[in-house]
């Protein structure tokens, strides 16, 4: 349970969840981090805490450095129970300690918690002086809930950014050098995709922020601090945030008597021959998760499901419930599948699609199982259409 030292005075002292594999849906197959920072000045001043599983672990490592009870200040920039869960355990250390939030951060505790604890609210432009530093409090409303902000400290060049440029890693590495580049940036992708995309607007809002600010480290709640690599991970946020897709199809899909199937080889056939990248990702083996990591950057979602008593494949009902939270925009759907009678899952499919602001392609719907000729109608008329929208 050691603290890691990123500066002279700033530590990393928050909790490694190395089991955790399901964050609300989101399959996190290495785990996570919630990074809470601790900075020695004549106020000591923590930045977030842990969920209030890991508080004995925070704890331990706040103890390493200081009495936990002389902390002063609590800056929680979110209040999201991975970020606040141990606040209880810890005001009962500190029960004299300040916590800086948002309004709307301080309503959410207060919910959360039921107590009287000496709350500040801070709003943009707020300056905290903490002793030889200051902290600047910036709002970032839904990046990613209500409440959120960030808090940049200028005498070290720090970014705490909560939520943003996160990823759910659990390493015993903190800095981004330390560990696999090509890793890092599609966890970030992941994380980007799963938490933060429907949120472009706002999250292009604190770019633009960000841009005015001289920094030299990002630090993140969740995964590697970001200090070699910051030009890139803010570029990909740049590119995510504008909607900046690519000629990609991904034909997603589960199938029942091997025919749906059949219809997504030919699909993904037909986007081949369209010279238009493609990707089979069948959601009995794809995690819906992993699926939404591709959809950050595709143009062309295809999503088949034969009919089931009238529906379509509860793995289907469940992926589209997930992305259309999500809400990517921008995109060309195609609804598909198979049906002995009924076919009602390709309609619903269409819908599902539509409600999501797509153009959609002439739906694929076919009764039991296709002959040759049907095959070659589906590839034929789907490449027609590509070639006009291409
Ligand atoms: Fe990592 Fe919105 O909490």
Known sequence: MKARELKKGIYFVGGIDWDLRDFHGYLTQKGSTYNSYLIIDEKITLIDNVKYYMADEMIARISEIIDPGKIDIIIQNHIEMDHSGSLPLLME???????????????????????????????????????????????????????????????EKILFSNDSFGQHIASSERIDKEYPYSILMEEAKKYYANIVMPYGKMVQKELAVASKLD????????????EEHINEI???????????????????????????????????????ESNVTTKMLNLKVNHISDVMTEVLTAKYIC????????????????????????????????????????????????????????TTLEKIRVEYIPDDDEMKMIKDNLVKQIGKIK
Request: charged residues 20%; contains cysteine; aromatic residues 12%.
């Open 93 to 155: 250390k500190c029960p004299n300690a300040e916590i800086y939030a948002t309004a709307k951060g301080i309503y959410g505790l207060k919910r959360h918690y039921k107590k009287e604890w000496n709350f500040v609210p801070v709003k943009n432009g707020d300056i905290l002086n903490i002793g030889k530093r200051n902290l600047h409090f910036v709002p970032t409303p839904m990046v990613h809930w209500p409440d959120n902000m960030v808090t940049y400290c200028p005498e």
């Open 215 to 226: 920094i030299e480290m990002i630090c993140p709640s969740h995964g590697l601090i970001w």
């Open 234 to 272: 803010v570029a990909e946020y740049t590119k995510w945030s504008k909607n900046d897709i690519e000629e990609k199809a991904l034909i997603i899909y589960d199938t029942m008597w091997k025919t749906t199937e059949k219809i997504a080889h030919k699909i993904q056939e037909a986007f081949e």
């Open 303 to 358: 999503v088949g499901s034969p009919t089931l008593n009238n529906n379509m494949l509860s793995s289907v009902a469940g992926f589209l419930s997930y992305f259309k939270g999500l809400a990517p925009k921008g995109r060309i759907g195609l609804a598909f599948g198979s049906y002995g009678w009924g076919g009602q899952s390709i309609g619903l499919i269409d819908d599902d699609l539509k409600k999501c602001g797509f």
